[in-house]
DNA sequence: CTTCAGATGCTCT
DNA sequence: GAGCATCTGAAGA
């Protein structure tokens, strides 16, 4: 599991180097895991796009003031989840959001979770775009908003350098070195200058 | 490949 | 009441 230091900084360092690391979701026996491949900085201090904008403290942003590695996850357009790991030291408000990943184990139960069918059931087009976007990523790890403020360190849900830690192997490999490119954040026009600021990141 | 409408409910004003 | 860190299927190019 990355240690809570790993969170504990500058928030873009935080979303550039969760690229590639590995989400793991246990819940009811199942152990789920996909290598992350898109993330997002969202910063309170500074950006208009963090719902935490200015220290803004709600019942909603609440959770981006808690010890970093803290699951900030709520609810979009009513229907879809978005998962975000708190970064910073503590009390700085700001995550990043979880935007795109690949499946790597428990591909009958993502694909369940994703598709209501079996992982060789599963179109072309779906596999296209399985988990790439942050309310897929949500509905196949079967992430809502219960795990909103789950610390860091449950078992739940954790993010590891490799799946060799956890006793799994990665079926398509670890990669090796990883083409990193960045460009402005997805949805956000409503943050006026700060829409144009690079902190999408993707592999 | 692209655009487009519609779904749906929580959050904050 | 307005708006939202989205997704899907249908239709057209």
């Known amino acids: 599991m990355l240690p809570q ?4 900084r ?15 979701r246990r819940y009811g026996g199942f152990v789920l895991a996909a290598r992350i491949t898109e993330t997002e900085a969202y910063i309170g201090r500074m950006d208009r796009a963090c719902h935490a904008w200015n220290y803004r403290r709600t019942a909603r942003t609440e959770t981006l003031f808690a010890p ?7 609810l979009i357009y009513g229907m879809y989840h978005c998962l975000n790991l708190v ?12 935007r795109g990943a690949e499946p790597r184990h428990g591909f009958d139960i993502i694909a369940e979770n994703r598709f209501h069918c079996k992982a060789a059931e599963m179109t072309a087009r779906q596999k296209k775009h ?3 976007g942050p309310g897929k990523v949500c509905a196949g790890l079967n992430i809502d908003r219960r795990l909103n403020g789950l610390p860091w360190g449950s078992p739940e849900l954790e993010a590891c350098a490799s799946l060799a830690e956890i006793g799994l192997t990665d079926p398509a490999g670890d990669g090796g070195s990883l083409d990193i490119h960045s460009g402005p954040r997805i949805g956000v026009d409503y943050a006026g200058e700060d829409a144009k600021l690079p902190w999408r990141f993707w592999l």
């Open 68 to 74: 970093p590695g803290t699951a900030y996850v709520y």
């Open 5 to 8: 230091s790993f969170f504990d």
């Open 87 to 98: 970064a910073e030291p503590e009390g700085e408000p700001a995550a990043v959001l979880i």
């Open 130 to 132: 399985f988990l790439d």
């Open 10 to 24: 500058d928030t873009v360092t935080v979303a550039r180097d969760l690229l590639g690391k590995y989400l793991v």
